[in-house]
């Protein structure tokens, strides 16, 4: 099937397979997973903290070595071509690596330098850059200003400097607020669509990854449990969820046991309690109804369409937000330090 920008199904920007990370006591903090990301397309890695999802990202920009399996970026392998590897992608990571004394042009002629990049090339191409992320005005401030949007942004223009093929981008918006996050979606959204670049985006954001990636994989514990388009995966659990709070909360209990035959209990308000129905939709009267005959007055009822929660909640056995705080109860709370030999 062609991608956003009219690539081929032969135009792979990124392929594995069987790719495993293994660290010490044989934690596998990758666990063979398989990869086929068309150029030009944006590919969705989900997952809550711990999942791999860095971990994975780490040994597709060689950052990490590959424990077992092989992978190709750009055409090129992880493993016996590194450095062709890293000439042809772009990378901003979970942190930015930027000198909080140097100034936005200053690190765009570094960075440039550092490319080997004719210095006139450089100072055309970072000034271009600089403009399309929208910090001209704060373009020669000493970063150590910068907000956290900000440096995200900046981050961003200085893995685009040189023209990658393939740009990956982990967790790129985490922290920022709601403008910085839709201008860095618009960005991210012109890369693929206009000058057919391959993004890796791996995000814990739904709304992120469902707007934005034009396939997804969710990893869970290493390895893909689903993947697919969004519409795809949405269609696959397909049930919409009925949610209901109670007008009196000591009636919590009862509504979980009112709505238990409509369908599958599910993780909802901590106010109320949804359920994913059996039969639709048309079930909503028959709710109502069931609450009036048991005399439970009703504060709010929502009905939902299937969400990505929803597939990975089907796919796994816990909602996205139930996944992240087990990752972080059990001090996984990021994946930073799989550089230095821990799991992620």
Known sequence: MPGRNGSQPQDIGIEAEGLVRE?????????????????GEIYGFLGPNGAGKSTT?????????????SAKVAGHDVTTEGAAVRDAIGAALQEAALDPQLSAREHMRLQGALHGMPKAERKRRGDELIERVGLTQAADRK?????GGMKRRLDLALALLHAPRVLFLDEPTTGLDIQSRSALWDEV???SRDEGVTV??????????DQLADHLGIIDQGKIVARGTPQELKAEVGRPTVEVVPADQTNRSRVAELLQPFGELVPGTPNGA?????????????????????????ANLELHAA??????????????????????????????????????
């Open 23 to 39: 660290f010490k006591g044989g934690i596998r903090a990758v666990d063979g997973i398989d990869l086929r990301v068309q150029t």
């Open 57 to 69: 990202v780490h040994m597709l920009t060689t950052l990490l070595p590959v424990t077992a399996g």
């Open 143 to 147: 970063v150590a200003g910068y907000s």
């Open 189 to 191: 959204a012109h890369l």
């Open 200 to 209: 890796f985006l791996t995000t814990q954001y739904l709304e992120e990854a």
């Open 274 to 298: 949804a359920v994913r129905l059996d039969d639709g939709s048309e079930e909503l009267a028959n709710i109502i109804r069931v609450f009036d005959a048991a005399d439970v007055r009703i």
């Open 307 to 344: 969400s990505l929660n929803d597939v990975f909640l089907a796919k796994t056995g816990r909602s996205l937000e139930g996944a992240q705080a087990e990752a972080a109860e059990e001090g996984q709370t990021g994946e930073q330090p799989a550089l230095e030999g821990s799991p992620a």
